[in-house]
């Protein structure tokens, strides 16, 4: 199969690179640059050298809707938007890294990205790429729809309480961090070495893009989810989301129950670890693969739960779940070239 990158000179770009280099089903990759075509990938990014130069290419939907069995757009909010239109009637399967495709309410996405949606029938095609809860819709699809890092440790974390309709959903908030590569790879104020290291911050405080991803999927589960308390604060390391989850029970259940049942839920799932009673997930666990470790309590005194959800923000969070996706589409074993363990420590 040939695969394509737009954007592969990007944080999110260099790690599908990483992996799709390695996977068995790809025979060869095609890299798409809007600043830099007709330079070699190695030549930026000298770490990549091998017997293997790949060349930029421009960036030109009607040669790479024909050219490849799949593109992968790893490209900012409001290029895929543009581009998908373009790309999608062609043999080419899409699957877009950015949140362009993801809210099915396009006056959502002015209102959250500030940018023109992409057009309906874009985003009608498009089919939300969570696995673990979307599988079959993804197997059939032409153009996924990556989700965002932070929905995903969130949505994971959820899941089998909203799905089971546990949770009461006006008590939520999601108390999430990242690491610094969660930004891309222009520095800007907020990310700048002087200024993150040795800082912790809180940012988009009731403003972050991901929110109505979030709340259109736990809507998905139930009908009564209203709007969520939804923090994201930045952490001076490289990689790494940790979502800290807090809610309420309709009824009574104890950690162990609560445990037996996101075992049960995600017992099918390879990338869904599930901790035992009294364990919690670290960044580290997961630190440069496709897992999301989780672990949970009930507190005795207050009754409110609290779940621990960690993803490393450049694989599940974007490149691995990307590649997981691309392995449902086309039928592949799911967890096809990608990693079994993670780098440690
Ligand atoms: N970083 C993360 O942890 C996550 C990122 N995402 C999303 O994935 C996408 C990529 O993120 P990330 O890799 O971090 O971003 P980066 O900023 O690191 O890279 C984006 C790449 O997009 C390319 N690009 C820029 N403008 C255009 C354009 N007009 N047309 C085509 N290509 C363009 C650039 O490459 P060139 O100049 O060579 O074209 C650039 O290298 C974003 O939408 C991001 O929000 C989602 C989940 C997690
Ligand atoms: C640390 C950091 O800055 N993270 C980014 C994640 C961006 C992202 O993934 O954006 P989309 O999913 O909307 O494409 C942020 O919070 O905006």
Redesign the pocket.
């Known amino acids: 199969m040939i695969a394509g990158i737009?954007?592969?000179?990007?944080?999110?770009?260099?790690?599908l690179f990483r992996l799709l280099s390695k996977h068995p089903q790809i025979n060869q990759l095609k890299l798409?640059?809007?600043?830099?075509a007709g330079v070699e990938f190695e030549a930026i990014y000298p770490q990549f050298e091998s017997r293997e130069r790949h060349p930029?290419h421009e960036?030109d939907p009607v040669k790479m809707k024909e050219e490849c069995d799949v593109v992968f757009?790893?490209?900012?909010?409001?290029?895929?938007s543009r581009?998908t239109p373009e790309l999608q009637d062609g043999k080419a399967k899409i699957i877009d890294?950015?949140?362009?495709l993801r809210l099915k309410n396009s006056a959502d996405y002015s209102a959250w990205y500030k940018k023109d949606p992409a057009p309906e029938p874009s985003l009608e095609k498009a089919v939300y790429g969570l696995p673990e809860w979307n599988k079959e819709a993804i197997r059939s699809a032409d153009v996924v729809s990556?989700?965002?890092?932070y929905p995903?440790a969130t949505l994971l974390g959820l899941g089998p309480v909203m799905s089971e309709q546990l949770a009461d959903p006006g008590s939520i908030i999601v108390d999430a961090k990242?690491?610094v590569?969660?930004?891309?790879?222009?520095p800007n104020a907020l990310t700048h070495f002087a200024h993150a290291q040795e800082n912790f911050q809180i940012y988009k405080v009731n403003q972050h893009q991901h929110i109505p991803e979030v709340e259109q999927q736990l809507m998905q589960w139930n009908e009564e989810t209203t709007p969520i308390t939804f923090s994201t604060h930045l952490v001076p390391m490289t990689?790494g989301i940790m979502a800290t989850i807090y809610f309420t029970l309709k009824e009574e259940k104890s950690a162990e129950e609560l445990l037996a049942l996101y075992k049960d839920v995600y017992a099918d799932q390879p990338f869904v670890r599930v901790k035992s009673e009294g364990q919690f997930p670290c960044t580290k666990d997961v630190y440069q693969t496709n897992f999301c470790d989780i672990g949970l309590t009930v507190d005795s005194r207050t009754k409110r739960v609290t779940v621990v959800s960690v993803i490393d923000?450049?694989m599940k969070?974007?490149a691995s779940q990307a590649v997981q996706n691309m392995n449902l589409v086309f039928h592949l074993d799911e967890a096809a070239g990608l990693p079994q363990f993670p780098v440690y420590p």
């Open positions: 737009v954007g592969a000179t990007g944080y999110g770009g260099i790690e798409y640059s809007s600043s830099q930029l960036v757009l790893a490209t900012p909010a409001g290029v895929s581009l890294l950015s949140g362009d990556n989700p965002g890092c995903t990242s690491g590569s969660g930004a891309g790879k222009n990689r923000n450049l969070g974007a």
